[in-house]
């Protein structure tokens, strides 16, 4: 699936139905706003949506398939765009935010054949804008050319993906600033795949070694569908539709309040999950192959850097029967993964770099300079074992709950409870998997997901990076109301919490669209 991202002539092209009431003031205050700073209207607002991801966590940059979906809270950015002066040497960028008082108003100018600085070390909120526009700049110039010049911009952003929730809000505001700069310099269509891919790349300027399923869910979102992700061969996105279910299933985001700033956290936490993998293949490749073997070429879509566990199995079966290995399903080599790895790595308490060294016949300091230079990473061990087993039976079940959904065995039946139950039962593992395994849940949100368990929800989990952020629940359209009182009663009536945030921490959500321009007359 791909194609460009649709230009929407209605708020209902872009919202569900429920939530035009609250959407439609906020659009009219951002054209306002905007006409108040700049003195004129806006021509265009580029949106990009927040994410909640339904299952498979942790796995994108594995490149193992995702199936999350896009949530009604976006980035939007109004724009107008004007050549730059004759004669002049910079173009100019004037960029102010809704929320003006925790986001100041910045203006900068940038060489025309110049390059965008990013300050990562920095929380500075325009850097999500700047790494967009750098992204966006690379991909123009790479088409048209050298003697191309960019324009001046004035932007005014606003956006209600709460930050450091788990929820995206990063993905959208870069996707966003990277279409309204596409956009702005450039009026033939924005292909999906290439503003996604752009908006991966360009996110990784910021400090994270992110995968791709945010931006993915963010640009390729189809109203009322989830999205199902690919990333091997090559980036693949396409809806999936949720059957009709007795009782109806609705999706609850219940938000833990504890914030992971992945600015702070990052370097610790999630770099060293990414590094833990890719050390993870790397080491299963060298014990499970004899040295010498030549990879085939289609052996895997990362096969020199080894950040791809899909290699581990591919060079295992290519010694003896590399034509047989490949007619193993999906699952199948995924279920031999999970018996390999409970064969081969087997310390639990982890692997120093001195043992992982000495596996991969490298010396210490040449381990360090290949897996651990491009991101700041602090560890004396490295718990290869239990993130090796989560990825692999994470993304076994993405795989199973993607089958139940395409292959529902309950049509026309008065109660699909079975259906329903199955569905939340994997999205249980994966918060048992993440909490047990990967490491990245925390006490509150395993403690949101009992509440709502035991309220009537079918499957509890946490969503996104984790360490704090975003829950998701499937629960019963008739048990919504249960599920959020007793969290109300048993877990934020226990925090000291201001009124806004008892107010939107917990919300049923619809699967809105994804990226969209929409222009202004
Ligand atoms: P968050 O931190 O929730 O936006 C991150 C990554 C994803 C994915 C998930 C875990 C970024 C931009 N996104 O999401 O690619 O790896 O964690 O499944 O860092
Ligand atoms: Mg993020």
Redesign the pocket.
């Known amino acids: 699936m791909s194609g460009s991202v649709p230009v929407a002539k209605a708020l209902s092209d872009i919202y569900p139905l429920q939530a035009i009431a609250t959407e439609a003031p906020r659009w009219n205050k951002l054209v306002s706003r905007f006409n108040d700073v700049y003195g004129r209207l806006p021509v265009f607002v580029a949106r990009s949506p927040g994410r909640v991801?339904i299952i498979?966590?942790?796995?994108?940059?594995s490149l193992y398939s995702?199936l999350p979906m896009a949530i009604t809270a976006d980035a939007l950015i109004a724009v107008t765009a004007t050549p730059v002066k004759q004669g002049a040497s910079t173009f100019r960028i004037r960029i102010a935010n809704l929320q003006d008082s925790r986001f100041p108003a910045k203006d900068f100018e940038v060489p025309l054949d110049g390059d965008i600085d990013i300050d990562a070390t920095q929380f500075e909120w325009t850097n999500y804008f700047k790494s967009g526009l750098r992204g966006a700049l690379g991909l123009l110039r790479s088409k048209k050319g050298q003697e191309w010049t960019p324009c001046d911009m004035d932007i005014l952003m606003d956006g209600n993906v709460p930050v450091g929730g788990?929820?995206?809000?990063?993905?959208a505001f870069v996707s966003a600033s990277a279409l309204a700069v596409l956009t702005a310099n450039d009026h033939t269509p924005v292909d999906k795949k290439e503003l996604t891919e752009l908006a991966i790349v360009s996110?990784r300027a910021v400090g994270?070694n992110?995968?791709?399923?945010?931006?993915a869910a963010s640009v390729f979102s189809e109203q009322g569908s989830a999205l199902f992700v690919s990333f091997s061969p090559s980036l693949n996105a396409r809806p999936v539709k949720f059957p009709p279910t007795r009782p109806e299933l609705c999706f609850v985001i219940a938000q833990s309040f504890v914030t992971?700033n992945?600015q702070v956290t990052?370097p610790i936490h999630?770099n060293l999950r990414v590094v833990e993998v890719s050390l993870a293949a790397a080491y299963l490749n060298a014990v499970l192959n004899p040295p010498g073997i030549e990879l085939p070429e289609d052996a895997g879509p990362l096969k020199t850097s080894l950040q791809s566990f899909h290699d581990v199995f591919f060079v295992k079966q290519s010694g003896s029967d590399y034509a047989a290995a490949k007619t193993l399903s999906k699952e199948q080599e995924l279920e031999n993964l999970v018996t390999l790895t409970k064969e081969k790595l087997t310390q639990e308490q982890g692997y120093t770099k001195e043992e992982i060294a000495k596996v991969l016949n490298l010396s210490v300091e040449q381990l360090e300079k290949r897996f651990l230079s491009s991101f700041p990473i602090r560890a004396e061990r490295f718990k290869l074992r239990q993130r090796a087993l989560h990825v692999f039976t994470e993304a076994l079940r993405v795989i199973r709950f993607l089958t139940l959904l395409e292959r529902p065995l309950h049509t026309g039946a008065s109660d699909t409870s079975p259906f329903n139950i199955a569905l939340g039962a994997l999205m249980n593992e994966t918060q048992d998997s993440c909490r047990d395994f990967y490491e990245?849940s925390c006490p509150e949100i395993d403690q949101i997901c009992q509440i709502a368990r035991a309220a009537g929800a079918y499957g509890s989990r946490l969503?996104?990076?984790?360490w704090g952020?975003?829950s998701v629940h499937l629960v019963p359209a008739d048990k919504v109301s249960d599920v959020k009182s007793a969290l109300e009663k048993e877990y934020y009536a226990t925090k000291d919490l201001t009124e806004e945030q008892r107010a939107s921490a917990v919300v049923v959500s619809r699967p809105a669209g994804g990226s969209a321009l929409y222009y202004v007359e």
């Not at 788990?166 to 993905?171: D, E, K, N, P």
Request: charged share 15%; aromatic share 6%; glycine share 24%.
């Open positions: 991801n498979g966590e942790h796995i994108d940059y995702v788990g929820l995206s809000s990063s993905a996110e994270v992110s995968g791709g399923m945010d931006q992971s992945k990052g999630y990245c969503t996104g990076a984790g952020g975003c």
